[in-house]
């Protein structure tokens, strides 16, 4: 009898060692699941991404006005009959951070004189 308890008792501590300390034990089940959410939310958020690039494929893809829109705000296109006007603002001297004061000038070169 007390060989056989001596053997049960092995082996609960066999299968506690696996439960603690083996590859599905429940640190590395934990790990997993924390892993698997963090993937879950990238997933979630690339798919909203990839909703949004279709609706711009097909906003880009029934009109005209949409690739009118983005040609515009990426490459400054102008119509024919349009008048394009840049306005630059003048630099007051209390904006200028001292990166900019200690740039280099651009070299002059002796035909400037």
Known sequence: MRWLTLI???MLAGLQWRVWF???SVGAVQAKQARL???DAELDRLARRNDVL???VES???GV???EAQARLSLGFVRKD???YQV????RPDTITPSVLDAPSTPRFPLDD
Do not use: M, N, P, T
């Open 22 to 24: 083996g590859d599905a």
């Open 60 to 62: 880009l893809r029934q």
């Open 54 to 56: 279709v609706a711009e």
């Open 8 to 10: 049960l008792v092995l």
């Open 37 to 39: 959410q963090a993937l």
């Open 65 to 67: 006005d949409a690739v």
């Open 82 to 84: 349009e008048h394009f």
């Open 88 to 91: 630059i603002e003048a630099v």
